[in-house]
């Protein structure tokens, strides 16, 4: 069974700082879900990534295979960013998409 | 942009009630999944659906759960009797192929409190 890690737990930024939030996973995996819950609840896709990195507006995703470890960076913060940040990665002995989600970063980007 | 659907979003029950979640995946997708989380508490997986049968289940998914695809388009969750601790927030989510690399769209949950 696969453990997730994220750091920090909380994150207070300033508009328009650079924000990272790390991940971590103990067992090798195919891909890494990153997602985003909004203060109301709805969880939305964000990244999902196998390698490498991936870029969508001001978001970046990164993952180290190898060293079982992601990222995900927020250039030129806006307080619209302030939500909890979730990594999610395969159950590894699971088969059908079943996975395991880290605990949430909780980010607020102050104006 | 196709989206998955939940009703009702907020459910409220008595202890020992048999409730049904209902959710409405995207049309074109074959894999449907159940998740939870508990206020405050990280999301949790419970269960995975695919050609009309669960792929996969957590341990969570006892006895007292049950879902099912009882037409084209819904995919139900049924806790028979329900408890107290079954009090959280309840996401379906459905993904076109059901493998690692697949991203899974998310419905905006049904918060169910049982009291």
């Known amino acids: 069974k696969n453990e997730v890690e994220q750091s920090p737990q909380n994150l207070t930024a300033q508009e328009g700082e650079f924000i990272t939030i790390n991940c971590s996973y103990s067992?090798?995996?195919?891909?890494l879900h990153w997602l985003q819950q909004h203060p109301g609840g709805g969880i939305v896709s964000l990244f999902m990534?196998?390698?490498g990195k991936k870029k969508h507006g001001r978001l970046i995703a990164t993952i180290n295979i190898q060293e079982k470890h992601s990222s995900l960076h927020i250039t030129a913060s806006h307080p619209r960013d302030s939500a909890v940040y979730i990594c999610?990665?395969?159950?590894?002995?699971?088969?059908?998409?079943?996975?395991?989600f880290g605990k949430g970063t909780k980010l607020s980007v102050k104006p | 942009e196709p989206e998955v659907t939940q009703t009702p979003s907020h459910q409220v029950t008595q202890m020992g009630q048999e409730v049904i979640l209902r959710c409405v995946p995207i049309?074109?997708?074959?894999?449907f999944y159940w998740y939870r989380q508990i206020l405050g508490q990280k999301v949790e997986f419970l269960v995975s659906?695919?050609?009309?049968?669960?792929?996969?289940k957590s341990e969570i998914f006892d006895d007292q759960f049950s879902v099912e695809r009882p037409d084209g388009s819904n995919f139900t969750l049924k806790i028979r009797s329900t408890k107290l601790e079954d009090s959280a927030m309840y996401f379906c989510?459905?993904?076109?192929?059901?493998?690692?690399?697949?991203?899974?769209?998310f419905g905006p949950g049904t918060r169910l409190t049982v009291l």
């Open positions: 049309s074109n997708h074959l894999y």
């Open positions: 990534l196998s390698s």
């Open positions: 659906f695919y050609n009309n049968e669960i792929s996969e």
């Open positions: 067992v090798g995996i195919s891909a």
């Open positions: 999610a990665v395969p159950n590894y002995g699971g088969s059908q998409g079943n996975l395991i």
């Open positions: 989510a459905s993904s076109e192929i059901g493998v690692f690399t697949d991203t899974q769209y």
